[in-house]
């Protein structure tokens, strides 16, 4: 048994955490989100070149450095602390492992380009009507010719305005909820047909409603198998649920270091805040739920190798128990901190936002549960 | 024991429910269903309609202006505003400064402010917290020392709600320093648009500027606008605070906010069935509703003490408390139900052509919404501060 990390990864943490220390502190964050496009290229840039971050997860063959999933861990709660809207959850790790898993000419020539920073990916999965059912599709991709015709609605994807490419899920066949039929494609985001309403989130980040009017995809554009393709897909959103999770690893550990710092500072009654015993117990229930976080966390990381429904079970308990911590957490440290924390200035309440959103990306804490009880609780 | 009102107390409840359809004004009937943002005016044209009709002000005596109604009839009226969601009368004039005036106030004071509070013409706004003083707010410092006849006050308001429409604020300031702080804070009402007052705004998480810095430098106040004795200040602060339970447990809000719950978690779709078929989802839409029924209950048990003579005691913290709660976790359910919808924000965002909408209507402002009620366990004696008082008052610990 062993949970330290290599050399390497820890290089690769310090590294990004000297960099957002320097580069993404919480006032040049708010700069960022407020400037036109919701964020500055320049940083995506500098964690691809002068950082060489983003080949991190990638193996050497694409130029990459050979890690993998414990590389995006680490990686995602370092970007968590700084609660940064750069587009790594969608590119390197949902766009890198949908690429990784199929390989083929689409990998060899779309990887280098994340690794280099020219391209930017946007998930177009979940759709109004499927909540958080992959397989509840009714966008299509009809056959036609060589190619296919995409049609359909894809719901709130985040990071599309920044986009290059859109991953996307669509119907090659098959009834509206079935398992078979649902292909992957990674598409060009500006070719025709690709309309797109882009909008601010509540979380800082961009994203947008797009529709496909038919949209005309090459057959090269297809990821896996035609009609095959949810297993991968249910893949993917577990890597990505695990990154996220780590994610708000990063996020409720500032949230509870920022309430622990507060609650040392503010005076009332002539002491520290801190000094009253049931806030003493809060804080102290926070931390539980970090550190409870943190194992979940590696926990299902570990698993992901696993055959399909233990690795399902392992990520829906880490994102239940991760869930949660985002809740507790975050609406703790609002309280602790009083009317300060509702303000706009202080970052405790845009890490609240953005733990808020983490409670429902990928399925919120009912959708994990009722999927791990059909997974393991045989009536 | 029973539960029924009287024949006249249905008539009255038919009365108001009747007065409130023929005179609730349309335009902001519809920018509320629309969503969009109230202004001063929006909220001062139902408080001269109700002005006119008697009734702005239930809870003041009728030799101030006040309708005579007992606490029944307070309840009923306060439950049918809230069932037809009018806008709030906001609190400040009526529900705050008022009853200290009538209270403590002189003869000159209650003939010069009340008229004025009642009618909307003067728009209050409450100088209490410091950036030092929240939940100890005994501890504040905006001192005022007096200079001939006239105060000269300096110091730092803030959380001030509104400010930026008012013209009158109530202030606690401190005029002794040499004594138990509740011993050395005094009453004084300022004018807003005196020399020397600058109101800053909060932007708080929902993106709302709903509450306020407000600097006093150097402002000089005329004596004979401190209500009630100089350090003397703290009584009226307590008697303002008993005063502010009326509807605290907002049980009325919260029954229209779980309609809506309902409302939507039947239009959203979990996959192939509605959300409201969600087993877990309806468990905790019951559960609400079922802790609702039981903060309903408890307040309408200290209402039948209320009417029977009984002060309002120290059980207003449990409706505090369990009231914040309840409203929060409306939100909680608001924002769970609209799913992925819980992301886009809205505000200050141009709506666009109908052909390509964000999500339906009802989760534009979920997340703000939610974001934004993390303040109702905080204001008016956080929760902390509520169950200390409990503790202290009720079980003597």
């Keep these: 048994?062993?949970?330290?990390?290599?050399?390497?990864?820890?290089?690769?943490?310090?590294?990004?955490?000297?960099?957002?220390?320097?580069?993404?502190?919480?006032?040049?964050?708010?700069?960022?989100?407020?400037?036109?496009?919701?964020?500055?290229?320049?940083?995506?840039?500098?964690?691809?070149?002068?950082?060489?971050?983003?080949?991190?997860?990638?193996?050497?063959?694409?130029?990459?450095?050979?890690?993998?999933?414990?590389?995006?861990?680490?990686?995602?709660e370092e970007l968590g602390k700084a609660i940064a809207v750069e587009p790594y959850l969608q590119t390197a790790v949902i766009g890198g492992s949908a690429l990784k898993s199929t390989g083929g000419p689409l990998a060899e020539a779309v990887i280098p380009q994340i690794i280099s920073g020219e391209a930017i990916i946007a998930f177009a999965y979940a759709e109004p009507q499927g909540r958080y059912n992959l397989a509840n599709l009714t966008t299509t991709a009809k056959k036609d010719g060589s190619g296919y015709t995409l049609n359909g609605h894809k719901s709130v994807v985040y990071t599309a305005p920044w986009a290059t490419h859109l991953l996307v899920t669509a119907r090659t066949g098959g009834g509206s909820r079935d398992r078979d039929g649902i292909s992957l494609f990674l598409i060009d985001a500006k070719a025709d047909g690709v309309v797109k309403r882009d909008?601010?989130?509540?979380?800082?980040?961009?994203?947008?409603?797009?529709?496909?009017?038919?949209?005309?995809?090459?057959?090269?554009?297809?990821?896996?198998?035609?009609?095959?393709?949810?297993?991968?897909?249910?893949?993917?959103?577990?890597?990505?649920?695990?990154?996220?999770?780590?994610?708000?690893?990063g996020v409720t550990t500032r949230l509870h270091a920022d309430t622990l710092e507060y609650s040392k500072q503010r005076q009332q009654f002539g002491q520290p805040i801190g000094r009253f015993q049931v806030l003493q117990h809060r804080l102290v229930d926070m931390m539980m739920e970090v550190e409870q976080a943190k194992s979940m966390t590696l926990m299902a990381m570990l698993r992901l190798d696993l055959p399909a429904e233990e690795r399902m079970a392992a990520v829906s308990q880490a994102k239940a128990k991760v869930g949660r911590a985002c809740k507790f957490v975050g609406q703790n440290a609002i309280q602790t901190h009083g009317g300060i924390g509702i303000t706009d200035e202080l970052a405790v309440g845009h890490y609240f936002k953005r733990a808020t959103m983490i409670e429902n990306q990928f399925g919120s804490i009912d959708h994990h549960y009722v999927r791990l009880e059909q997974l393991t609780l045989a009536a | 024991m029973n539960l029924e009102f009287s024949a006249d107390e249905l008539a009255f409840q038919q009365e108001v429910r009747d007065f409130i359809a023929a005179n609730y004004p349309a335009d902001v009937r519809a920018k509320q269903d629309a969503g969009e943002e109230l202004g001063k005016e929006d909220y001062?044209?139902?408080?001269?309609?109700?002005?006119?009709?008697?009734?702005?002000?239930?809870?003041?005596?009728?030799?101030?202006?006040?309708?005579?109604?007992?606490?029944?009839?307070?309840?009923?009226?306060?439950e049918e505003i809230a069932a037809a969601e009018c806008?709030?009368?906001?609190?400040?004039?009526?529900?705050?400064?008022?009853?200290?005036?009538?209270?403590?106030?002189?003869?000159?004071?209650?003939?010069?402010?009340?008229?004025?509070?009642?009618?909307?013409?003067?728009?209050?706004?409450?100088?209490?917290?410091?950036?030092?003083?929240?939940?100890?707010?005994?501890?504040?410092?905006?001192?005022?020392?007096?200079?001939?006849?006239?105060?000269?006050v300096n110091g730092q308001k803030t959380w001030t709600t509104l400010a930026q429409h008012a013209d009158w604020g109530f202030f606690l300031v401190r005029t002794d320093n040499e004594v138990k702080p509740q011993e050395g804070i005094s009453f004084l009402l300022i004018d807003m648009k005196s020399p020397g007052i600058e109101v800053k705004p909060i932007i708080t998480l929902g993106g709302h500027h709903e509450v306020n810095e407000v600097w006093l430098e150097d402002v000089r106040v005329p004596v004979d606008q401190r209500i009630y004795e100089e350090n003397k200040g703290w009584t009226c602060a307590k008697f303002l605070l008993a005063h502010?339970?009326?509807?605290?447990?907002?049980?009325?809000r919260s029954k229209r906010g779980i309609e809506k719950v309902k409302d939507i978690a039947r239009s959203e779709l979990d996959d192939e069935k509605p959300l409201m078929a969600n087993p877990f989802f309806r468990r905790k839409i019951a559960e609400l509703e079922t802790d609702l029924t039981a903060l309903e209950f408890t307040e309408l048990r200290s209402l039948a003490g209320e009417n029977a003579g009984k002060g309002p005691g120290p059980e207003a913290s449990l409706l505090k408390i369990k009231g914040s709660e309840i409203q929060q976790r409306i939100t909680e359910l608001v924002l769970e139900a609209v799913g992925h919808y819980g992301a886009p924000y809205f505000?200050?965002?141009?709506?666009?052509?109908?052909?390509?909408?964000?999500?339906?209507?009802?989760?534009?402002?979920?997340?703000?919404?939610?974001?934004?009620?993390?303040?109702?366990?905080?204001?008016?004696?956080?929760?902390?501060?509520?169950?200390?008082?409990?503790?202290?008052?009720?079980?003597?610990?």
Aim: proline share 6%.
């Design chain 2, 87 to 152: 806008v709030q009368i906001l609190p400040f004039g009526i529900n705050m400064v008022g009853p200290v005036i009538y209270t403590f106030g002189t003869p000159e004071q209650k003939e010069r402010f009340l008229p004025r509070i009642l009618s909307g013409e003067d728009w209050w706004c409450q100088g209490y917290s410091e950036p030092g003083s929240g939940s100890d707010l005994a501890s504040l410092r905006t001192k005022a020392v007096l200079d001939g006849d006239e105060y000269v």
């Design chain 2, 244 to 252: 502010e339970r009326t509807g605290i447990a907002a049980v009325a």
């Design chain 2, 44 to 78: 001062l044209k139902w408080h001269r309609i109700l002005f006119k009709q008697g009734w702005v002000a239930p809870a003041w005596p009728e030799e101030y202006g006040g309708p005579g109604w007992n606490p029944t009839q307070r309840f009923i009226f306060s």
């Design chain 1, 1 to 76: 048994m062993d949970f330290t990390y290599t050399e390497t990864q820890e290089m690769i943490r310090d590294t990004l955490a000297r960099f957002l220390m320097d580069n993404y502190d919480f006032d040049k964050r708010q700069k960022m989100i407020a400037s036109d496009g919701g964020r500055d290229p320049a940083i995506w840039q500098s964690i691809a070149g002068e950082l060489g971050l983003l080949g991190a997860a990638f193996g050497e063959e694409y130029g990459g450095l050979g890690g993998g999933m414990t590389e995006h861990v680490v990686i995602m």
């Design chain 2, 347 to 397: 505000r200050g965002f141009p709506e666009g052509s109908n052909e390509y909408p964000i999500g339906p209507d009802y989760a534009h402002q979920a997340a703000p919404t939610y974001f934004n009620a993390r303040k109702t366990t905080i204001y008016g004696g956080s929760n902390e501060i509520q169950r200390n008082i409990i503790s202290k008052m009720v079980l003597g610990l």
């Design chain 1, 199 to 249: 909008y601010p989130t509540n979380d800082g980040f961009m994203a947008s409603e797009i529709y496909f009017e038919n949209v005309a995809v090459g057959s090269d554009a297809l990821l896996g198998d035609e009609g095959g393709a949810l297993p991968l897909i249910e893949l993917i959103v577990d890597e990505a649920t695990v990154a996220v999770c780590s994610e708000a690893v």
